[in-house]
């Protein structure tokens, strides 16, 4: 008398339609996540605008038309300018891959006629090692508990009022 209950085929296949649409949509969204976002920072040159620069016959002006304004200026000389550009690729929240980098220097002599020019790529970049030595300071180390109350008794309740006065 108990017969037991099965569910209608089509009902058992929703589930399964659903599931894999599921399924699909998170595998979907997962590559997706992978691809990487490409991010230009710095004006990034291209080999045909470099050309456009001549030593000997380009004045700052020229330059300037060419490339537009500088990334940087020399600190000591102002006649030596820079154009720094790279291209980035991040993928999700891993550390940027450097597609490509260029530094182009560009020196002018006084009148502002161009020098020289030097491009530089990622290729010409040297890895910097930073030491992690710390400098001894003078004088004691003191813990908490002195930080804390090293100055209780050392002001009379005179002198806090003379402050505020």
Avoid: H
């Amino acid at each position: 008398m108990n017969e037991p209950r099965t569910r209608p085929l089509l009902s058992r296949f929703k589930g399964a339609r659903a599931l894999g649409w599921s399924l699909g949509l998170m595998a979907t969204t997962a590559l997706a996540a992978c691809s990487g976002e490409l991010t230009t920072r710095g004006n990034l040159l291209t080999a045909e605008r470099i050309e456009e620069i001549s030593a000997g016959e380009s004045f700052q002006s020229d330059v300037v038309a060419a490339v537009g304004t500088p990334s940087a200026v020399s600190t000591f000389e102002s006649n030596t300018w820079y154009y720094i550009g790279e291209l980035q690729e991040q993928q999700s929240f891993l550390d940027p891959d450097i597609l490509e980098r260029n530094v182009l220097v560009v020196n002018f002599d006084d009148s502002g006629l161009v020098q020289s020019t030097q491009l530089y790529t990622v290729a010409d970049g040297q890895v910097i090692d930073p030491i992690s030595r710390t400098t001894p300071t003078e004088g004691r180390e003191l813990t908490i508990l002195q930080q804390l109350l090293g100055n209780l008794g050392r002001f009379s309740p005179d002198e806090a009022n003379q402050g505020g006065n």
